[in-house]
């Protein structure tokens, strides 16, 4: 049991091996949160570590008092996980424990959200707590499921009006966590288009930090996660907390710190723009937050969210299988294609030993720019004149898969769809829509446009013999608003907007449960926990440059696992940077990922198209490995001079391994540099062969994984670099952008 309670001390211990929470209810009949974190034996109280006695604000007492469910109006100052109107219009909360549950297993949340589930009911326990505001009449559950063999806590809540009047929620956070000092640094995932989730790493300072959204989706500004870390902790060792937020729309992630110097962490839907009303007797759920806690560095935590994200919150067919390595059409020829050139272009992918072909935007309607036809979801036939299904076929009949890119959310002013429905477009009705990418949003508030578009786009899928959904979104939401919603009920429009896009998503997976769906949202917008409920892969950045990749796959995989992320090879000069780096380096960053290309190959030369064609090899070769390997950073493009990059995958039990080393400048006479390998078995010995182009590997030598752990891979001299067996010239690779890739057996 992961869970237990001690009715004599009123305490809750969720634990297992590898992380501890306690809870307790104190004597003012709030539940408070005693520890967090490290795994405690379970058994002993620890009411000693939250407060002796509550019993009401004063200068010292009120504010250090850890919380699980902090409220506003009763002497907690610090910002609040629930805020609700009552019919008198006061916010004040005062949640008492009302009693409890707990279960094998984790229950299904209300409605569509999307969460982390178990296939077997001894994968987790889950325990509900319930707490009821009196006067208000206002319940609140709080869910807390803790899973067996992960340091992860997935925590949400509902809120429902037992009493006789209308109530307003204006915030409810999926967690709050109250930690007991504020000796921490906070890392947040942020950027912009084509530079997404840099990790930006701070000290705490007093007072409220943190990022948000209020665009209608998690965005590429901000992501829904943060991360907390100590200041001497390092990727591989120390205390970490990281908290993912499954949630597509908008979000809020911050911190603050009391005068008292603890911190609490809230993460949820952002309170910003948002009223939910709730009669008597209805109930709003939050999404789902995942609180991971690791003793093991920054890589603990994120190998902890790794795993469940890419097992237990992932669904569907394609959740396990290995993912196919495709080509996209998108940067090789943008709108400019036919029937012919596709034909042609996907002939030469599978010459090259790719497996997937993606159709990218231009298709449908009158689309030859992005000025219009976005919602007339009709195969433009002067480009494609045997239709989405003859092309299918014939791409197939090649012995690929065939994909094809949508944007089911937007409509252009330009198309049939807004002339027929111009109230379907998100608008204030009276004051100008704001266009960007010429293009507005459709009112997925609105249940009648989500039908429109399950029909619409469920109807091009069953058209076609198609295996794979490429869903861009493509601008944020201005003027919100839904005419479908009156007035007092317009807070809720953001809310529904993301529910409507999931209840999309549900139709489209569940009708076409063979299909692999890859989020987008230009580049990374929605690279978010939730959406990888129904999309197991994401479109990771519009930035394909390798040297700028480095960057977003690393920020990245603080939160997300590399099965998730979309890394496509594209020719150079690099269209976002103008970059020339060799075609080898590009594959060897691209690989860290779900693996393809985004070219022109009818435009590449013999030698290039040989090249691709070992690259997939080499990757097909040990895609278990790229795609459901442990991920682990060993050396970090924002650390120094960020000339260097390091990172690798190993299998679980240590028995395969592949290493890659970044180099972006050549430096003459590199200091010598030993890379510190992890997730090997020490006790064994391992074949290790290092690759520098894929043509050729050096010869294989032979390593302790002792050594390869504690004492290093020789990266400057090289290692393998048998004596005297190389020229000059070849051991010491010269020039800039190189990449070298290790490949780890156990003998
Ligand atoms: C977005 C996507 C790209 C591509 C274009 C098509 O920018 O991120 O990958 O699909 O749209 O218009």
């Known amino acids: 049991m992961t869970i237990a309670w001690n009715p004599g001390t009123r305490e809750w211990h969720l634990g297992n091996a590898r992380a501890s929470w306690v809870l307790g209810v104190l004597d003012n009949g709030w539940v408070g949160l005693l520890h967090a974190g490290a795994p405690l034996a379970i058994g002993p109280s620890y009411r000693h570590l939250g407060p002796h006695d509550f019993t009401g604000f004063d200068n010292r007492t009120g ?134 989730r840099y990790p930006d790493d701070r000290a705490l300072v007093p007072g409220r930090q943190g990022v948000s959204s209020v665009r209608g989706g998690s965005g590429n500004e901000h992501n829904p996660f943060l991360a907390l870390r100590r200041p001497a902790t390092t990727e591989a060792w120390g205390e970490c907390w990281g908290i993912a937020l499954a949630w597509s729309g908008n979000f809020l992630a911050e911190a603050e710190v009391g005068h008292f110097g603890t911190t609490r962490v809230r993460v949820g839907v952002n309170p910003e723009h948002f009223a939910w009303p709730l009669e008597p007797g209805e109930s709003f759920a939050t999404p789902e937050a995942l609180l991971a806690w690791s003793d093991a560095g920054v890589g603990g935590m994120s190998d902890a969210l790794h795993g469940l994200l890419r097992h237990r919150m992932a669904r569907g067919a394609w959740r396990d299988r290995p993912r196919p ?86 409509v252009n002013p330009d198309s049939d769809l807004f002339r027929a429905h111009p109230d379907w477009a998100i608008g204030v009705p009276g004051r100008k829509r704001t266009l960007s990418r010429n293009q507005l949003v ?40 839904s005419p479908t919603l009156p007035p007092d009920r317009q807070g809720e429009f953001f809310h529904r907007y993301t529910l409507g896009m999931y209840d999309l998503y549900e139709r489209l997976t569940t009708r076409f449960p063979h299909v692999l769906f890859e ?61 020339v780096a060799s075609l080898d380096f590009r594959a060897a960053v691209a690989m860290f990922g779900a693996f393809g290309y985004e070219l022109d190959p009818t435009a590449m030369s013999d030698g290039d198209r040989a090249a691709v064609r070992r690259q997939v090899a080499f990757y097909t070769e040990r895609r278990d490995l790229f795609q459901y390997g442990r991920f682990a950073r060993l050396r970090s493009p924002f650390e120094g001079d960020g000339n260097e990059t390091a990172w690798m995958v190993s299998a679980d039990d240590g028995s395969r391994a592949v290493v890659a080393h970044y180099r972006v400048l050549f430096r003459p006479w590199p200091v010598y540099d030993r890379l510190l390998v992890r997730g090997l078995d020490p006790a064994a010995r391992y074949a290790v062969t290092c690759w520098e182009r894929f043509d050729a590997p050096m010869p294989t030598i032979e390593r302790g994984g002792d050594e390869l752990m504690s004492v290093g891979l020789g990266i400057e001299p090289p290692d393998p670099m048998p004596d005297g067996a190389f020229a000059d010239g070849h051991r010491i690779v010269r020039g800039d952008f190189t990449a070298r890739l290790f490949d780890l057996r156990r003998l």
């Open 325 to 410: 390595v495709l080509l996209n059409n998108w940067e090789g020829t943008y709108f400019d294609f036919d029937h012919d050139r596709i034909v042609v272009m996907a002939r030469a992918a599978k010459a090259m030993g790719m497996e997937l072909f993606v159709l990218d935007d231009g298709w449908f309607g009158r689309r030859d720019d992005d000025n219009r036809s976005l919602g007339d979801w009709v195969v433009n036939e002067r480009k494609l004149p045997h239709g989405i299904d003859g092309l299918a076929r014939e791409v197939k009949a090649l012995g690929l898969l065939f994909g094809l890119w949508i944007e089911p959310e937007m």
């Open 519 to 579: 989020s987008c949202a230009s580049g990374g917008a929605r690279f978010d926990a939730g959406i990888l409920a129904w999309a197991p892969q994401g479109w990771t950045s519009d930035d394909t440059d390798a040297v700028e990749r480095l960057r977003i796959q690393w920020g990245t995989s603080l939160a997300y696992p590399l099965s998730s992320m979309g890394a496509h090879v594209s020719a150079v000069p690099n269209h976002q940077t103008g970059r």
């Open 63 to 196: 504010e250090p008092v850890a919380l699980a469910l902090p409220s506003p109006g009763v002497g907690d100052f610090r910002v609040p996980a629930l805020v609700v109107e009552g019919p008198d219009g006061s916010t004040v909360l005062d949640p008492q424990y009302a009693g409890h549950r707990i279960t094998a297993g984790k229950p299904k949340l209300p409605g569509l959200l999307p969460a982390t589930y178990v296939e077997d009911d001894a994968e987790a326990d889950t325990l509900e707590i319930d707490l009821c505001d009196g006067p208000s009449g206002v319940t609140v559950t709080l869910a807390l499921t803790l899973f067996r063999d992960q340091p992860v806590v997935a925590r949400s809540m509902r809120v429902a009006n037992g009493g006789s009047g209308r109530v307003v929620v204006r915030t409810a956070m999926s967690a709050t966590l109250d930690l007991p000092d504020d000796d921490w640094r906070l890392v947040t995932l942020s950027g912009t288009w084509a530079r997404e």
């Open 442 to 481: 459709l009112d997925f508030a609105n249940p009648a446009v989500v039908d429109h578009i399950a029909d619409a786009i469920g109807e091009v899928i069953a058209s076609a013999p198609i295996d794979y959904v490429k869903w861009d979104w493509n601008r944020f939401i201005t003027e919100p608003f």
